[in-house]
């Protein structure tokens, strides 16, 4: 099988926990996606998602992070982001409207779920 075969990343979504495997990455045009780039055993990468979880998770409001779905995508899948990620994981980005990635700032581990809401919140406004 090719290295440039299907990968499939795992997709959260903020209502819900971990959810399921994703082979496509299409998404209503409502909803704001992040993608996280991490890989199996980075505990930095572990923590950045249960922070993001716990962000998600914040009371639903204006305020609100509940339509955001986020994409954890394992760069030993994939050769290029392997290269341009592996000495800088956990990197988070959120996806533009035209299908383009943006990366975002670090978010410390030391950040409440609270901070890190206003940070995606402020990134996406």
């Not at 994981?89 to 901070?115: M, Q, Y």
Request: aromatic share 6%; glycine share 4%; hydrophobic share 40%.
């Amino acid at each position: 099988m090719a290295t440039a075969a299907i990968s499939a990343t795992l997709v959260f979504a903020a209502r819900r926990r971990p959810l399921a495997c994703s082979l496509s990455s299409s998404s209503t045009p409502s909803t704001r996606r992040l993608v996280l780039y991490s890989k199996p055993g980075c505990c930095l990468c572990d923590g950045l998602k249960e922070k993001l979880n716990a962000a998600f998770s914040l009371s639903p409001g204006s305020d609100s992070l509940h339509d955001v779905v986020l994409q954890v995508r394992d760069i030993t899948t994939n050769p290029e982001w392997e290269r341009a990620y592996q000495y800088e994981i956990p990197v988070l980005a959120k996806e533009n409207s035209d299908g383009k990635e943006e990366i975002l700032p670090r978010l410390s581990p030391r950040l409440s779920a609270e901070i890190i809401q206003k940070k995606l919140l402020a990134a996406f406004s």
